[in-house]
Structure formats: structure tokens, C-alpha cells
């Protein structure tokens, strides 16, 4: 019943843009703040956008000003705007809800 889709990862050159999306099921982003998450290899799973309810962003210092975190209520979906890529932003990119968490979606930067 509940469920998050991550989908928009892909390939991408240093210097490229990408646009993440999550859509819900079973729950509804309205009510609560929704973030993503990235994990690289080697390395442990880190916040790098959130946005609440009332629409206020937070953002980890390696991203901010090349990411943008944004929500669309009436599709209940939640995006992240990539630019500006950088190799070190490769990752599985993750969305999370409270508990819930999404299947990732992998993002590749090449140099």
C-alpha cells in the first residue's frame, strides 16, 4: 500500500543537469516533510535535500545552490533539480518519507 518510486537517474557529463522524481502511494506528501538521500560507494547514505510541509528547503553544503528540492501536491511527487554536475555527485539517490523509503535510482557523472 505504501510505496515511493524514484525514477530520472541516468548517465550524465560533468557540468550536466538531471531531474529526479519520487511519487507516492499510500501516503500522501502533504503531511510531512520528504527528503533525499544519496549513498556512494564506500561511503554511508547522507541528506542532501529535504522540504517540509510549509515548503521550507535545507540542503547539505555540497550541493546547495546546483540542487533544487521542489513538490508537486496535487501528483504528490517530490523532485530534485540537478545542476551543475559534479563526479563526486555520483550516487544511488534515495526519497524518504517518515519510515518510508524509495527503491533509489543511480546517478553517474562522468568526468
Known amino acids: 500500500q505504501v510505496q515511493l518510486v524514484e525514477s530520472g537517474g541516468g548517465l550524465v557529463q560533468a557540468g550536466g543537469s538531471l531531474r529526479l522524481s519520487c511519487a507516492a502511494s499510500?501516503?500522501?506528501?502533504?503531511?510531512?516533510?520528504v527528503a533525499w538521500h544519496r549513498q556512494a560507494p564506500g561511503n554511508q547514505r547522507e541528506q542532501v535535500a529535504r522540504?517540509?510541509?510549509?515548503?521550507?528547503?535545507d540542503y547539505a553544503e555540497s550541493v546547495k545552490g546546483r540542487f533544487t528540492i521542489s513538490r508537486d501536491n496535487a501528483r504528490n511527487t517530490v523532485y530534485l533539480q540537478m545542476n551543475s554536475l559534479k563526479p563526486e555527485d555520483t550516487a544511488v539517490y534515495y526519497c524518504?518519507?517518515?519510515?518510508?523509503w524509495g527503491q533509489g535510482t543511480q546517478v553517474t557523472v562522468s568526468s
Open positions: 522540504i517540509t510541509y510549509s515548503d521550507n528547503t
Open positions: 524518504n518519507f517518515r519510515s518510508c
Open positions: 499510500g501516503i500522501n506528501f502533504r503531511f510531512g516533510s
